[in-house]
């Protein structure tokens, strides 16, 4: 089999930066003429071998991370742009979305801000908001949008945050007891906890110095709500220089980031990095038990998976996604080449879907993408009391997948036949960018292909993709 080809040259300019060389020197360090190195970092040549050992032997630099990064991702969301009817039929190739990706990804990132721009601006104006009558209303894009792609292009790994939370996990009194090192640390500043049956998740009064937690969440909620509390007292700094590097548009998309952010550490705090991955991989990632051992549920420990990328200990590669009984996504993140739609719902013949009929239980599906990628996929119910008699009770299902090579590490894919053809059901993203021709559940018509109708005919389908 051939060898895969690797162009880097934006990775390669980005490490050069990042170590505050010129070409000169850094072509001098690695081995190799300032021309050639010209010729990689503009993808006119592949990354060579010399180059890769060099990397590695001279800077500690871990390689792998050359293949990685937004390629894939701004791929697929330019690819779900372009299928937005204002561009009309002539959609560019994949190659050329390649091209682009690779060679010019500030570009490519502002293509799309652009159009998420557009998109707001025709969501304001049909809904006759913002944009009739009221002065000095700005377009901007949506805070929520913003602050899911700056988790989404930071592979939803915060170095900083992470071993912050890391250190505080491992430095308390209370081995292997985060929540009672969480109570020491704010003990320390005069701050005190307590619960109540009619407080709200988490409520803190600076004047009283109390932290209040609903006793009626579960332990693995309030001690997640204590550690997000502790974060915003005590991680402040840390914080706000992770969002002033992030250049937010707005205050509010600012402020939803700090809450992100918050959320992210008090999930690393209960799931430590290093003591997460290492029993993540003893377990093979058994979701219950992980949750058992760090006194966590099950979403936040398939969500703590998802995380694991951390430069030089990565973990698996997974996906991750929340839906909810609409089918709407609330929470996405893929550290594989499987990515969510942006705009609208998942692919309908996902198992995530299947997985409110089926209460309490994990579904396993091995699928396909359109792009010939196989992926086992483990789906389950979430389902979030109120806490007494009468009160809601949110549902929602949360799905966790990797490319298949990594089954065997996984105890949810024994037993299965991965080395069957047949055993892999066909997936995709949405139903307007998805090729599949001959899907019976599809909703809407691809937009990058003609549609021919018979009206003396009727199939699944009201009309033939060709």
């Known amino acids: 089999m051939a060898t895969r080809k690797l162009y880097a040259g934006a990775k390669l300019r980005e490490v050069r930066a990042r170590l505050g060389l010129t070409q000169k020197d850094f072509a001098a360090k690695l081995g190799v003429s300032l021309p050639y190195l010209n010729q990689m970092e503009n993808n006119n040549r592949p990354v060579s071998t010399t180059v890769l050992l060099a990397l590695a032997q001279e800077f500690g630099f871990d390689v792998t991370e050359l293949g990685q990064g937004d390629a894939e991702r701004l791929v697929s969301d330019m690819h779900e742009a372009l299928a937005d009817p204002v561009f009309g039929d002539s959609t560019p190739p994949l190659a050329d979305l390649r091209l682009t990706a690779a060679n010019a990804p500030a570009l490519a990132h502002a293509f799309l801000s652009l159009h998420a721009a557009y998109r707001q601006s025709q969501e304001r ?234 209460p309490g239980r994990f579904l396993r599906q091995l699928a396909e993408t359109p792009d010939g990628v196989r992926y086992i996929s483990l789906a389950r119910d979430v389902s979030k009391p109120g806490g007494h008699f009468g009160a809601p009770v949110r549902r929602y299902a949360i799905a966790l997948g ?24 066909p997936i995709g993203i949405s139903c307007r960018i998805c090729e599949r021709r001959d899907c019976h559940q599809r909703s809407v018509p691809p937009l990058e292909r003609r549609l021919s109708i018979a009206p003396h005919r009727r199939d699944v389908l009201p009309y033939r993709v060709e």
């Not at 049909?126 to 901007?140: K, N, T």
């Not at 949506?142 to 899911?148: A, G, K, N, Y």
């Not at 703590?304 to 929340?322: D, E, M, N, W």
């Open 125 to 358: 104006l049909a809904s006759l908001d913002e944009a009739l009558g009221r002065e000095g209303s700005q377009l901007q894009a949506s805070p929520w949008e913003e602050v899911r792609d700056f988790f989404h292009y930071c592979d939803n790994y915060i170095d900083a945050v992470d071993h912050a939370a890391e250190r505080v996990a491992l430095s308390g009194p209370f081995p292997n007891d985060i929540r009672s090192n969480a109570e020491a640390l704010l003990a320390k500043s005069g701050i005190s906890t307590r619960t109540d049956r009619h407080a709200p998740l988490r409520s803190y009064d600076p004047a009283t110095q109390i932290l209040t937690l609903s006793s009626l969440a579960p332990p693995e909620t309030q001690s997640f709500q204590l550690l997000v509390q502790l974060a915003l007292l005590k991680q402040d700094k840390l914080l706000e220089a992770t969002l002033d590097l992030a250049r937010f548009q707005s205050e509010a998309a600012r402020g939803i980031a700090k809450m992100g952010l918050a959320n992210y550490f008090a999930g690393a705090a209960m799931m430590p990095y290093g003591a997460f991955l290492e029993a993540a991989q003893e377990t093979r990632h058994d979701l219950e038990l992980l949750a058992i051992r760090f006194g966590a549920s099950i979403e936040q420990v398939a969500h703590r998976l998802a995380t694991l990328q951390r430069p030089g200990a990565k973990g698996v590669p997974f996906f991750f996604v929340r839906v909810d009984q609409a089918g709407t996504i609330t929470k996405r993140h893929s550290a594989t080449r499987l990515q969510f739609a942006r705009f609208g719902g998942a692919c309908p013949l996902w198992n995530v879907h299947r997985a409110f009929e089926t």
């Open 402 to 425: 990797c490319e298949v090579r990594h089954a065997a590490r996984l105890v949810y894919a024994d037993g299965l036949d991965i080395g069957r053809d047949s055993a892999f059901e």
